[in-house]
């Protein structure tokens, strides 16, 4: 590749790269692993025949997507080993992230832990589709199946998403008043207060990877999860602090321990109340909350 097409092909990959991050990061949950897919992306749109080529977005969404599929199967059998639960990583986004509300839902970690409920084809097809509105055709180049095949895993994969899927629109302002709720009474050590914030079937997540340490099994229910955290954060005291920040498209809060980035809470809202809380504390899996990550669909 020389002349006006290595930088005709330059030009295109870097227009649509912040797509083709979203894209392979909502299949693999992993910001480190999407980075992963956007080298092996450029690597073999650098050897295409751009003359051949109708539609350079869906060609280069077409060859994100088949790397994605193909690490998302790595990542299966790496998440069977892993030490304690599994959640995606966190991102520090950009503000326009939120303003789009079915982006900043489908990044959401509530919604990225839906998909790992998913086969790897299904979450493939759900994202292209959903998300980002790929015509079935497309969609069954890139997973290589038939268009008829696509629709049916679409068919099946939205009416799995949509039974497990948060219910009930909750606005950023909602969000922010309950997590200023939720951390004054964990700062405080209210009790009372928490229980009146968490539903009665909530569920904390904690990810340490066997790093640092969380819990290594969901905690469910009010009481034990109120318990769990005005223990654990409550008795930080000074050399602990906590300070809310838009990750994955939504208000969370990010943890500091001695004025370094110890871990981030997630929510998860159903109906005005937390139904899960997600703790990622793996440094591995920190490495994007230190600058904003733009989203694109």
Do not use: C
């Not at 520090?92 to 789009?100: C, E, I, K, R």
Request: charge should be negative.
């Amino acid at each position: 590749m020389r002349g006006t097409e290595g930088s005709e092909s330059t030009d295109a990959f870097v227009t649509h790269r912040n797509l083709l991050f979203t894209v392979a990061y909502e299949m693999l949950g992993s910001a480190a692993d999407a980075e992963d897919v956007l080298q092996e992306t450029w690597l073999r749109w650098v050897d295409v025949d751009l003359t051949e080529v109708r539609d350079q977005r869906a060609y280069l969404v077409k060859i994100a997507t088949r790397q994605a599929l193909t690490r998302l199967r790595t990542l299966g059998r790496r998440k069977e080993s892993y030490v304690g639960s599994w959640l995606p990583e966190p991102l520090l986004t950009a503000p326009d992230v939120a303003d789009d509300v079915e982006l900043a839902d489908s990044v959401s970690m509530a919604m990225l832990l839906v998909l790992e409920t998913l086969t790897p084809t299904q979450r493939a097809v759900f994202v292209l589709r959903e998300v980002f509105d790929l015509p079935y055709d497309e969609i069954a180049e890139a997973v290589g199946k038939t268009e008829s095949a696509v629709r049916q895993i679409a068919h099946r994969a939205r009416a799995h998403v949509a039974e497990r899927r948060p219910r009930g629109v909750v606005t950023p302002a909602q969000t922010r008043s309950v997590l200023e709720a939720f951390q004054r009474a964990v700062q405080t050590g209210d009790l009372q207060g928490l229980l009146d914030i968490l539903s009665p079937d909530v569920v904390l997540l904690g990810d340490g990877g066997g790093v640092k340490q969380a819990v290594l099994r969901p905690i469910h229910g009010a009481d034990k999860v109120a318990r769990v955290l005005t223990a654990g954060l409550g008795r930080v005291g000074d050399a602990g602090s906590m300070h809310p920040a838009q990750v994955n498209g939504h208000p969370a809060l990010v943890f500091q321990l001695h004025g370094e980035l110890d871990s981030v809470l997630a929510v998860r809202f159903d109906e005005g109340r937390i139904t899960g809380l997600y703790a990622v504390r793996n440094p591995e899996k920190l490495s994007h909350m230190d600058r904003e990550t733009s989203l694109r669909r």
